[in-house]
Nanobody
Framework: QVRLVESGGGLVQAGGSLRLSCAASGRTFSGYTMGWFRQAPGKAREFVAAFIWSGGVRYVADSVKGRFTISRDNAENTVYLQMNSLKPEDTAVYYC?????????????????WGQGTQVTVSS
């Protein structure tokens, strides 16, 4: 059974940094696409970043490019989202997701497994 558990969220001032972690378990994720999404109150779930585990191809949304970095630790089966220069508009619940799609897709419907989410709040 696939399980994704996020951690690392919290309250930070604008300009600060946070690193989110996603501990993945239940299967081998080689060939999977691992992604981060976020959802602010009253808004749709939004793609943030993703990579294909085996190929290492990465893609980051324009809204966070240059500020957010997605990475992985193969030994720990963990995916990270390093978030720098945070802005109040980055405030949202951040979700880790995994999908069997062999190319990176930005629509949440392409992902089969989801974590419970972690709250990130950026104060101005």
């Amino acid at each position: 059974q696939v399980r994704l558990v996020e951690s690392g969220g919290g309250l930070v001032q604008a300009g600060g940094s946070l690193r989110l972690s996603c501990a993945a378990s239940g299967r081998t994720f080689s060939g999977y696409t691992m992604g981060w999404f976020r959802q602010a109150p009253g808004k749709a779930r939004e793609f943030v970043a993703a990579f294909i585990w085996s190929g290492g191809v990465r893609y980051v949304a324009d809204s966070v490019k240059g500020r957010f970095t997605i990475s992985r630790d193969n030994a720990e089966n963990t995916v990270y989202l390093q978030m720098n220069s945070l802005k109040p508009e980055d405030t949202a619940v951040y979700y880790c997701a995994a999908g069997t799609t062999r190319v990176i897709r930005v629509g949440p419907e392409a992902y089969d497994y989801w974590g419970q989410g972690t709250q990130v709040t950026v104060s101005s």
